[in-house]
């Protein structure tokens, strides 16, 4: 059987909402597969920054549009993990507040937006054995051809008592209240918009992770990940 692998990339689509455990799992697949991590929140989040920094208000759509040809947006591994570089700059830190996740949520509904990131995700899914990219619509608009498609729930309690856990990991103090009312708002926000909402592809796997330890929910993925990846190597789709 010829290898597809050599011609194209086998591209993984995780999506899901906020706190769902789209980037442990994203990561560890990278990782125990070598293949390439594109977190495309990252960039929506990166987006959102270069408005404020140049002071242009997100309602402003004109301007948002307007700006985007001067954003320059790359992912890169540093010493293992991955950074999000604006112009040049690591703006990790800057892009994971809670500030710029609203502001991230509301600048994804914008049309221009999207598609430049589109077109971004799609580029930095080639040029390796294999991809995996998480976000909102990986499967469903930016690779609707993936083989390989995974949409993660969780109920909104269990995703916020997460995002507490890793606020506070990083010494940040959380409020599990405030998380849960923000992120059943991104949730809403992200779900409702007109163009490319947050949803399951018809052909997605969904993975239910609210009883189940990041652990059982990454070996679960990635044996079912692995059995596809065999399949797709040997011409095998269905
Ligand atoms: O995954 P995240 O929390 O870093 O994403 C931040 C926001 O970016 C999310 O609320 C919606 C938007 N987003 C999107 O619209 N499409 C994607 N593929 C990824 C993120």
């Known amino acids: 059987m010829e ?32 293949f390439i991590y594109v977190d495309t929140g990252a960039m929506y989040r990166a987006v959102a920054l270069f408005a404020q920094q140049n002071g242009v208000s997100i309602e402003d759509r004109e301007a948002i549009c307007a700006l985007l040809p001067d954003v320059d947006i790359q992912l890169e591994r540093i010493g293992g993990e991955q950074h999000t570089l604006l112009g040049g700059e690591n703006v990790e830190a800057h892009i994971r507040t809670q500030e710029m996740s609203k502001a991230a949520s509301d600048i994804s509904a914008i049309p221009c937006v999207r598609e ?20 909102r619509d990986i499967g469903t608009v930016v690779f609707p051809d993936s083989p390989c ?8 309690l269990t995703r916020a008592q997460r995002r507490k856990l890793q606020l506070e990991e990083k010494g940040i103090p959380a409020d599990l209240e405030t998380i849960r009312s923000e992120i059943e708002e991104r949730d809403r926000n992200d779900s409702a918009r007109e163009h490319s909402p947050l949803r399951k592809a018809p052909d997605a796997i969904e993975v239910e992770t609210t009883n189940t330890t990041i652990d059982e929910q990454v070996s679960m993925i990635l044996s079912l990940v692995r059995r596809r990846l065999d399949q797709f190597r040997k011409g095998n789709m269905p």
């Open 3 to 34: 290898d597809c692998t050599k011609e194209s990339p086998f591209i993984i689509a995780i999506d899901g909402p906020a706190g769902s455990g789209k980037t442990t799992t994203a990561k560890a697949l990278a990782s125990a597969l070598g």
């Open 116 to 135: 430049a990131m589109v077109d971004l995700q799609r580029r930095a899914g080639q040029g390796g054995a294999g991809a995996i990219l998480e976000g």
């Open 149 to 156: 498609k995974v949409f993660l729930v969780a109920d909104a």
